[in-house]
């Protein structure tokens, strides 16, 4: 059953990993599908054709289409009966450590941002009441949650790391038990990564495969101030990223100068407002709300701002240590000091940096 072998592979598979490119969107399918199929004569499983989605909504919906055919539990069986006699490698520092660090130099942290970002649409036909309560009928609309079938999805990039991390283990391990490992199992899912493969479900009529987005970044950050940060080809599912923040088109398409910054205590989202301000500018949005500094405490003013409707209210500047830009926050209309006002908004007399 093992037709491959894992030390023919030319690359090391972190070397692989960091040589993968986030921002053309291109795709073999080709690669994917061998890699699939081959996973699934693994798992002794019957082959099926594999079907690609066109993008995010796309492959939610064909999932949620065919959802009680989903096949996780039976997998996850398989995998288990397949794997069975190698350690508890998730408890293991043997398997966490280089399983950690193929994740960082597949930039996993950046691929779960846009799978925050993707996962949130609902699904857009009806689904029957039958499908939660047997025995009922009637369309329940909007009704589903879409984490759920994205929950039941696997990672193409988890796949590949756990082939560095089984080879890993297998080259710094002596027990004979332990050296059982099943690198072979996941293989394939190196290839299927770089060739951009994202997530896959296993139904059981066919395989629904969701290529890679293109991703626009700064650095370690999605991010565009130009359009879209997360597009598929082809597709019109777009996302809009500010340093890492999934923000609203209007925010990136919208000149600064024609942002209101009276508009910014009504956004509820602290990420958003952030990037808000950053944006309009700190200096503007004082000057143009009138502000006026009633006390200062370090990093800290707390101002009284003017916002068209007749009265005055108290807001704490304050600096993001981490990134290193201002932002500002409603506080409580009794606060007429800094102090009160870090006190509100921590619940405690202790500053922001004693409580972190």
């Known amino acids: 059953m093992n037709e491959m072998n894992p030390d023919s592979i030319e690359n090391r598979y972190l070397e692989r990993l960091a040589a993968v490119e986030f921002t053309s969107g291109a795709v073999n399918r080709p690669v994917i599908e061998r890699a699939v199929e081959n996973h699934l004569r693994q798992l002794e499983l019957s082959p099926r054709p594999i079907r690609f989605a066109k993008d995010g909504i796309d492959a939610q919906e064909r999932v949620a289409r065919d959802h009680e055919s989903a096949q996780k539990e039976e997998v996850d069986a398989a995998l288990s009966s397949l794997c069975r006699g190698s350690i508890d490698k998730d408890r293991d520092f ?15 942290r950046i691929l779960n941002a ?26 329940r609309g909007h009704s589903t949650n879409p984490e759920y079938y994205w929950r039941a999805g696997f990672d193409a990039l988890e796949y590949a790391v756990r082939a560095h991390a089984e080879r890993e283990l297998r080259r710094t391990q002596s027990s004979k038990i332990i050296s059982e490992t099943n690198e ?18 296993i139904n059981s009529m066919e395989v629904i495969a969701l290529p890679r ?25 777009q996302h809009f990223f500010l340093n890492d923040v999934h923000v609203p088109k209007a925010l990136v398409e ?12 009504r956004e509820q989202n602290t990420g958003v407002r952030r990037e808000i301000v950053r944006k309009i500018g700190i200096e503007r949005i004082c000057n143009e709300l009138g502000a006026e500094v009633v006390d200062k405490q370090g990093d800290y003013e707390l101002l009284l701002l003017d916002l068209a409707d007749g009265r005055r209210r108290p807001f704490l ?32 007399d202790l500053p922001p940096t004693v409580l972190t």
């Not at 996941?186 to 994202?198: E, K, S, T």
């Not at 290193?324 to 908004?345: D, F, K, M």
């Open 213 to 237: 987005p293109a991703l626009k970044l700064n650095g370690e950050q999605i991010h565009s101030e130009v359009g879209p940060a997360i597009t598929w080809p082809g597709s019109d599912e």
């Open 94 to 108: 043997r398997w966490q450590r280089p399983r950690d660090e193929a994740l960082a130099t597949g930039r996993a």
């Open 114 to 139: 846009a799978r925050g970002a993707v996962c949130w649409h609902s699904v857009r036909w009806s689904i029957p009441w039958s499908r939660y309560w047997p025995g009922r009928t009637g369309d």
């Open 184 to 201: 072979h199992v996941w293989v394939p899912f190196v290839d299927a990564f770089a060739a951009g493969l994202w997530m896959f479900w």
């Open 317 to 348: 500047k304050m600096k993001n240590p981490s990134i290193g830009i201002y932002h500002i926050e409603g506080v409580a209309p009794e606060c007429q000091t800094v102090a009160e006002a870090l006190a509100w908004r921590n619940q405690s």
């Open 254 to 265: 919208t000149p600064a100068s024609q942002l209101d910054p009276r508009g910014i205590p």
